[in-house]
């Protein structure tokens, strides 16, 4: 038959101790993998976002490009800028 002794109060409470610690850290890997979710689906919508904002910019682009040729905006300026020659301006298409 097996022996049954009693533990002594200090060993107990490390005992707990340790399970307590076992718990928490259990705990804490829950929070992470919950944070990462949640983290995980912000960085989803702006990955969205951000393929939205690149399809706009071609959009308009391809927009200006058709409007006023290849070229470039000066934003500072607010004006277009043609980056080839052109045979006549506008200035000399209206006179």
Known sequence: ???TIKLEQEELQKIAQIQQVSQNITM???NIELAKKTLQARVDR??????TLRFDERELMKSLEEKYGAGYVNLQEGTFESSKEETKTEEESAE
């Open 28 to 30: 804490e890997y829950g």
């Open 46 to 51: 702006v990955d969205e976002a951000l393929e």
């Open 1 to 3: 038959m097996a022996k």
